[in-house]
């Protein structure tokens, strides 16, 4: 009798451990799934920020080719096209799917950038105008102002830019392109104190320390400004400076940099070299 007991009490139990795994197997199977969606969420994540543009650009397509309706597949693949330097096609692909229900205000702006980024500037700005006023962003503004500057809407561009640099907390690229914006209206003061302020959110910004050159240059100048750079940075700006002098007449100017230039530079200075060459032979 106690061996039967307790045969019974054992395939009670494997019955019943099987009828509970039964049970918890819907719950098991809903949580592997939510898994894979985060890992899926994860690795898009990923494909847009840290991976190779090209290889987030391979994901996506391949992605897309199993779910051609999933957005979040179209946009992972339109941002991936900005980052690979491939704007043509990105357009392509925003363009296909921004008027969609699913599609954003933010799908909106990033389509307008890719627009700029193509030289097409009406269609951006027509995107943007798409975009409610009460989305103020930063790459909105800054977008807005460039667009603005496109159509030398100075007042409008001056207000976008300021206010996208205040709605960041790297605003040097910003600055350096409302100090450009300044360059080229002639207002070389303004642009001068607009590129020293790029270039305080980002010390190794070298564009920003080139077009201060050409700022100071431009208002006869000639001296570098007490900044941080290296030394090949150093003869870089010096030849700038100097093809700047060169254009304004102050040859004599132009050839004591250019002679620096080549000095400074840690290694052969081509560019400077024939830079110099031709203003010799030209003006000897």
Not at 90 to 99: I, L, N, P, R, W
């Amino acid at each position: 009798m106690r061996l039967f007991s307790i045969t019974a009490i054992s395939v009670s139990l494997v019955l019943g451990l099987s009828a509970c795994e039964k049970l918890k197997r819907p719950d098991v199977d809903r949580a592997t799934d939510v898994v894979n969606v985060i890992d899926a969420t994860n690795l898009n994540d990923i494909m847009l920020t840290v991976a190779d543009p090209n290889e987030a650009v391979d994901y996506f397509q391949r992605s897309l080719s199993k779910e051609p309706e999933r957005i979040d597949f179209k946009r992972g693949l339109a941002k991936s096209l900005i980052r690979a330097k491939r704007a043509a096609e990105a357009v392509v692909v925003f363009a296909g799917y921004v008027d969609s229900k699913d599609s954003t205000d933010e799908d909106r702006i990033d389509y307008a950038d890719a627009l700029i980024r193509t030289n097409e500037w009406a269609k951006a700005e027509k995107q943007l105008n798409k975009v409610p006023p009460t989305i103020e962003t930063y790459k909105r503004y800054r977008l807005e102002a460039m667009i603005a500057d496109s159509n030398r809407e100075w007042k409008k561009a001056d207000s976008f830019y300021e206010t996208a640099a205040g709605l960041t907390t790297k605003p040097a690229s910003v600055y350096n392109n409302w100090g450009y914006s300044k360059l080229t209206r002639g207002e070389y003061n303004a642009a001068e104190k607009l590129f020293l302020q790029a270039i305080t959110y980002d010390k190794d910004m070298f564009t920003a320390k080139n077009n201060l050159v050409l700022a100071r240059a431009s208002q006869g100048k000639y001296s570098l400004p007490i900044i941080r750079m290296t030394q090949i940075e150093k003869a870089q700006l010096l030849h700038t400076m100097a093809v700047s002098a060169i254009r304004q007449g102050d040859l004599d100017i132009a050839r004591g940099m250019l002679e620096e230039a080549i000095d400074t530079h840690p290694q052969y200075f081509d560019i400077a070299v024939r830079t110099l060459a031709a203003l010799n032979a030209k003006n000897p």
